[in-house]
């Protein structure tokens, strides 16, 4: 039997990047995925459809993830078309860099708003149900850098940094109803992102890593599959750090 056989998985901001990469392999385990991004577009689409072809049920929401009011909308419609949702990813995210100094208050509050906020949104407007189930997992997207920080982006760390303390919370708070709720933290994962980068920089990351190589974005879906499956039962208010021992 898969891993995930018969589930429902809701992972936001997945149309595209590791949140894709999330969905896919959830689907690969046997779950159903329901997934939202900002605008389901052609990607969102195409999305769709790969998973489908992995002979699951898969649909995008377009959903503003920062949205209280959009989400419990969406949620419910979710539990409409699936029946119930069993795991919950927090992955919607966004990063606007740059030095304290110059950081503007919008840049601020959009970072923590994608990133932070729209956890809470999902977490706020899932508990009910899962509490209802007595059971359910969930996945805070983190970062290394919501551990130990990076100059530069004050706003995506704090926003990071979050996201641990709230799954650390919630696992607190509704654990002897079954629900688990934990963190993965990447760190240097191989994305068109990290790919644009001059060379000396990719060497510069990649001499601080032990592993020497940067991490593949299955290395992340991996860990979710762990945590989102019962293989992870007793594992809850963790954070896997997924960076080839970047940050010890």
């Given at each position: 039997m898969?891993?995930?056989e018969g589930?429902?998985?809701?992972?936001?901001?997945?149309?595209?990047?590791?949140?894709?990469?999330?969905?896919?392999?959830?689907?690969?385990?046997?779950?159903?995925?329901a997934?939202?991004?900002l605008?389901?577009?052609?990607n969102?689409?195409?999305?769709?459809?790969e998973?489908?072809?992995?002979?699951v049920?898969a649909?995008?929401y377009a959903?503003n993830?920062?949205d209280?009011?959009q989400?419990?909308?969406?949620v419910?419609?979710?539990?409409?078309?699936?029946g119930h949702?069993?795991?919950?990813?927090?992955?919607a995210?966004?990063?606007?860099?740059g030095?304290?100094?110059?950081?503007t208050?919008?840049?601020?509050d959009a970072?923590?708003?994608?990133?932070?906020k729209?956890?809470?949104?999902?977490i706020?407007?899932?508990?009910?149900?899962?509490?209802r189930?007595?059971?359910g997992?969930?996945?805070n997207?983190?970062?290394?850098?919501g551990v130990?920080?990076?100059?530069?982006?004050?706003?995506?760390?704090?926003?990071?940094?979050?996201?641990?303390?709230?799954?650390k919370?919630i696992?607190?708070?509704?654990?002897?109803?079954g629900?688990?709720?934990?963190?993965?933290?990447?760190?240097f994962?191989?994305?068109?992102m990290?790919?644009?980068?001059?060379d000396?920089?990719?060497?510069?990351?990649?001499?601080?890593?032990p592993l020497?190589?940067?991490?593949?974005?299955?290395?992340?879906a991996?860990?979710?599959?762990?945590?989102?499956?019962?293989?992870?039962?007793?594992v809850?208010?963790?954070?896997?750090?997924?960076?080839?021992?970047?940050?010890?």
């Amino acid at each position: 039997m898969k891993l995930l056989e018969g589930k429902t998985a809701l992972i936001t901001g997945a149309a595209r990047g590791i949140g894709k990469a999330l969905a896919l392999r959830f689907a690969q385990e046997g779950a159903n995925i329901a997934f939202t991004d900002l605008v389901i577009d052609e990607n969102g689409k195409d999305t769709e459809k790969e998973i489908e072809a992995l002979g699951v049920k898969a649909k995008g929401y377009a959903s503003n993830a920062a949205d209280f009011n959009q989400t419990k909308e969406v949620v419910q419609q979710i539990v409409n078309d699936f029946g119930h949702i069993d795991i919950l990813v927090n992955n919607a995210g966004i990063t606007k860099d740059g030095l304290m100094l110059r950081m503007t208050e919008a840049q601020w509050d959009a970072v923590i708003a994608v990133n932070l906020k729209s956890a809470f949104n999902f977490i706020n407007a899932i508990l009910p149900l899962m509490m209802r189930q007595r059971s359910g997992s969930i996945i805070n997207m983190a970062s290394v850098v919501g551990v130990h920080g990076n100059a530069g982006q004050s706003n995506y760390a704090a926003s990071k940094a979050g996201l641990i303390a709230l799954a650390k919370s919630i696992a607190q708070e509704v654990g002897s109803r079954g629900i688990r709720a934990n963190a993965i933290a990447p760190g240097f994962i191989e994305t068109a992102m990290t790919a644009a980068l001059p060379d000396d920089v990719r060497a510069e990351w990649i001499k601080n890593i032990p592993l020497r190589r940067g991490g593949q974005v299955g290395d992340i879906a991996n860990v979710a599959v762990f945590l989102a499956s019962d293989m992870s039962s007793y594992v809850t208010g963790q954070v896997i750090q997924v960076d080839g021992g970047m940050n010890m």
